[in-house]
């Protein structure tokens, strides 16, 4: 099946210190990733569309200076949480459909990262 | 906006039993797609089930089947014979037909199957 890869899966890093996060697609191509956030006991909040070769899309919110999302390969998304700061901590999720697809064709997720800012 | 609703925070069963967890969807669409998925404690997203809006029968996986009534606008998934792996968070999922992928998904249930 499809297989979407995120790295790294625990971070802890500083006040004031950027982290990348990366999210490929292992065995098929995506024009188009999806990076939620998830606080304990709740549901996904989709963050951004990711958009290979162009500007990804930002939920109403979102702040696109501070999560900056860059999709340069169909295989490969990355979000950088810049100047992190502790209510920054959570869950970053990402995910893909298969392209082509049919269209009842569902999300395959990664196995998301923990952040922690201290 | 689409808004997806499950009413159940929190259910046990017990291991063996059966179980059904709700979720209810608020839509003018007439053509969609519904999902649920798993998320263990490992926080894996995991598809359980999937279920178009144009086909009237019920889609079943094993020992996971829904109950879709679309005129209810209600979407609720049956586990038979439950088994301890399928303690989790559960999440139902909505996506609209040819909209750039977007899925909108209920604040979950957790499930905690009792030995």
């Known amino acids: 099946g499809a297989v979407v890869s995120q790295h790294p899966s625990r971070v802890i890093c500083k006040s004031g210190t950027s982290v990348k996060i990366e999210c490929r697609s292992l065995d098929f191509q995506a024009t188009t990733m999806f990076w939620y956030r998830q606080f304990p006991k709740q549901s996904l909040m989709l963050m951004a569309t990711?958009?290979?070769?162009?500007?990804?899309?930002?939920e109403q919110g979102v702040e696109k200076d501070k999560f900056l999302i860059n999709h340069a390969s169909l295989t490969l998304s990355t979000l950088t949480v810049t100047s992190a700061h502790p209510e920054d901590s959570s869950f970053y999720i990402c995910?893909?459909?298969?392209?082509?697809?049919?269209?009842?064709?569902?999300?395959?997720f990664g196995n998301g990262t923990r952040l922690t800012v201290t | 906006a689409q808004t997806v609703t499950q009413s159940q925070p929190e259910m046990s069963v017990q291991e063996a039993e059966t179980v059904t967890l709700s979720c209810t969807y608020d839509t003018s669409e007439n053509n969609y797609y519904l999902f649920w998925y798993k998320q263990p404690p490992s926080r894996q997203m995991i598809l359980v089930i999937r279920q178009e809006a144009y086909k009237q029968q019920n889609a079943t996986e094993n020992r996971f089947s829904v109950n879709f009534q679309k005129a209810a606008k209600s979407f609720s998934l049956k586990i038979s014979d439950s088994q301890l792996g399928d303690t989790a968070m559960y999440f139902c999922?909505?996506?609209?037909?040819?909209?750039?992928?977007?899925?909108?998904f209920g604040t979950g249930t957790s499930l905690t199957v009792i030995p």
């Open positions: 999922a909505f996506m609209k037909h040819g909209t750039g992928n977007q899925f909108y």
């Open positions: 995910s893909a459909r298969i392209e082509p697809s049919p269209s009842n064709s569902p999300l395959h």
């Open positions: 990711s958009n290979e070769g162009s500007k990804a899309t930002y």
